[in-house]
């Protein structure tokens, strides 16, 4: 391992890695035209070129500037046991930096449940298939490979990465999301919402091309999923409902001494109210 400057053209970028924001290469830019580059991306040397691990972002805030070269962390294939052992160091560099959002985390999370099983031999290798087989499964089969894969950890890396087996289901079942479908929403808020995102994911692929073509129209045509499902089904959404009825639902549901101290934190505010009513 060693650190040079390369030549941007000969780095190869691998394909379905996550989407670029184009803001945040546009900051890095700036920041590495002010102040220099930080931190170095890192390569893998292939030969007469290299495959970059990570960085994508910093790459394409020098490319942007024009930067003809840019520092870089070079590894070689000795460093690794097999492929598997490269692509698990591109999610792992990805799933530990926060700003992944939680469709890209789900995809990484899947990915890195793949290499997971091919290493101890219970899939054959073969991503092509292993996605479509994943498309297919049905929640009771996702939830066996979420048992499965979950308990490889321990409980402290459970813990610190937030792999525990409900939340392995969730990113399965998210990452059923159409390759092409998760291009289109990966800068949209939808991507770090997991609510909307699960919601989707259980659409076919037709219906999820629809839904995210009436959130990704200008103006939207919805702003949920459950919104753009109601356009396409023409069916009427159910209103909101005020934020005091949710608040008298879950006072109701308190015990006696609860109630007592919310008057009693309240009371200022009850007592106007009586000698408004009392006014009147």
């Known amino acids: 391992m060693r650190i040079e400057e390369i030549q941007i053209d000969l780095i190869d970028v691998p394909r379905g890695r996550r989407v670029l924001d184009r803001d945040w290469c546009q900051a890095l830019a700036e920041d590495i035209h002010s102040n220099g580059q930080k931190t170095p991306i890192e390569v893998l040397a292939t030969g007469d070129r290299f495959r970059l691990i990570s960085g994508a ?18 590894k070689t294939v000795v460093e690794y046991a097999d492929e598997a052992a490269i692509k698990l160091a591109e999610i792992t560099e990805n799933f530990m930096r926060r700003e992944l959002s939680v469709l890209d ?99 076919t692929a037709e219906r999820q091309s629809a839904i995210v073509g009436l959130l990704l129209s200008e103006p939207p045509a919805a702003q949920t999923v459950a919104g753009a499902i109601a356009v396409l089904d023409r069916i009427p959404v159910a209103a909101k409902p005020e934020p005091w009825v949710k608040l008298s639902d879950q006072f109701g549901k308190l015990p006696d001494t609860a109630k007592r101290r919310f008057i009693t934190e309240n009371w200022s505010f009850i007592e106007a109210l009586l000698a408004e009513r009392k006014a009147a």
């Open 57 to 74: 972002h910093r790459l394409e805030a020098v490319k942007l500037k024009a930067g003809e070269t840019i520092e870089a962390t070079v």
């Open 105 to 203: 985390r789900a995809f990484d999370i899947a990915a890195w449940r793949e290499i997971y099983e091919q290493a101890s031999g219970t899939i054959k290798p073969g991503r092509q298939a292993i996605s479509r087989k994943l498309a297919t499964n049905s929640d009771e089969h996702l939830q066996e490979l979420s048992d499965r894969f979950a308990g490889n950890f321990s409980q402290e890396a459970t813990k610190a990465f937030g792999l525990s087996r409900d939340a392995v289901f969730r990113a399965l079942k998210i990452a059923r999301i159409d390759q092409g479908i998760r291009e289109r929403i990966s800068l949209h808020p939808i991507a770090d919402n997991q609510s909307e995102l699960l919601a989707l994911c259980v659409e």
